[in-house]
């Protein structure tokens, strides 16, 4: 039976979820802190009610609702026929949590909602459907567009092709990101722009049938020649490659037709 504190972190994960549905730079901060000002009564609750426990009925109360998390979303995805269905809700309660839920229980400093933020983490992270491993951002990482390990189509096209989180080719676009082209005149926004648009991008090429066909055609046309570029020291070459990706992606997965098809089959589902 589920107590109070599970149903509110199964409330404000939905209530994430369906915000995250429309994650833009415009938009964040706006939605964020209202979302935060409607949850901020129940996060205080909670807070209050760990600090009223027994030494030992504190982490079993913030065990039990970072469990919840990862137990109300598996009897969802079990109730959705087929596995590719399944994984594309399981990106959905992902991106829900990296953008609003977990940032939500680092808002306020509160060193219990910080544990429980990393509890549920570990927890999600260990979730056999969960292919796209999560880490925990704050509001302030997020909102700032640029963060270290934030980097949404590498990721998933590298997973795709089953390279492990920590491969060379990730190691590499990483280093050159944040190493030069962060560095570099206009490279700061090349990076949020594509941190704006990453994240959309990948949750609508999750939802394609040929996904891996995608994936592997991003990695051939532009990842990989940007790794050989990075190697080879032409560092200039590789952003105008990079940069264009990012345009023609941006083309192809927000603004196409194709695109908007997607957008409204995701509504209705």
């Known amino acids: 039976m589920q ?51 027994e030494r030992e009925q504190k ?25 590719r269905k399944q994984k594309i809700r399981i990106a959905d309660y992902s991106f829900g949590l990296v953008t609003f839920l ?28 969960v ?33 492990p989180d920590e491969c060379y080719e990730l190691r590499t676009l990483r280093e050159y990101r944040d190493k030069y082209l962060a560095l570099s005149p206009g490279g700061r926004g090349t990076i949020q722009e594509y941190y704006n648009i990453a994240p959309t991008i990948v949750k609508r090429i999750e939802r394609l049938d040929n996904a891996d066909e995608v ?15 990075i190697e080879q020291g032409e560092l200039e070459a590789c952003r105008k490659l990079y940069t264009n990706m990012i345009y023609q992606l941006e083309q192809e997965y927000l603004y196409s037709r194709a695109s908007q098809k997607i957008q409204e089959e995701q509504r209705y589902e």
Do not use: H
Not at 136 to 143: D, G, L, P, T, Y
Not at 215 to 229: A, D, F, R, S, V
């Open 3 to 53: 107590t109070g504190p599970e149903k509110q972190m199964i409330s404000m994960l939905e209530e994430a979820v369906e915000l995250s549905g429309n994650f833009q730079k415009r938009t964040y901060e706006p939605a964020f802190r209202g979302f935060y000002e409607r949850r901020r009564g129940e996060l205080s609750r909670f807070c209050s009610q760990i600090r009223e426990a």
């Open 215 to 229: 994936y592997e055609k991003i990695w051939q046309t532009y990842l990989k020649p940007c790794i050989g570029l």
């Open 102 to 129: 977990i940032p939500l229980l680092l808002f306020g400093r509160e060193p219990k909602l910080e544990d429980l933020a990393e509890q549920i983490v570990e927890k999600w992270n260990s979730l056999a459907l």
């Open 59 to 83: 982490e079993i109360l913030i065990m039990q609702a970072a469990q919840s998390i990862p137990d109300y979303v598996l009897g969802k995805v079990q109730e959705i026929p087929g596995k």
């Open 131 to 163: 292919d796209m491993k999560i880490e925990k951002a704050s509001f302030e990482e997020i909102n700032g567009g640029f963060r270290n390990r934030l980097c949404y189509v590498t990721t998933a096209v590298c997973r795709s092709l089953n390279k």
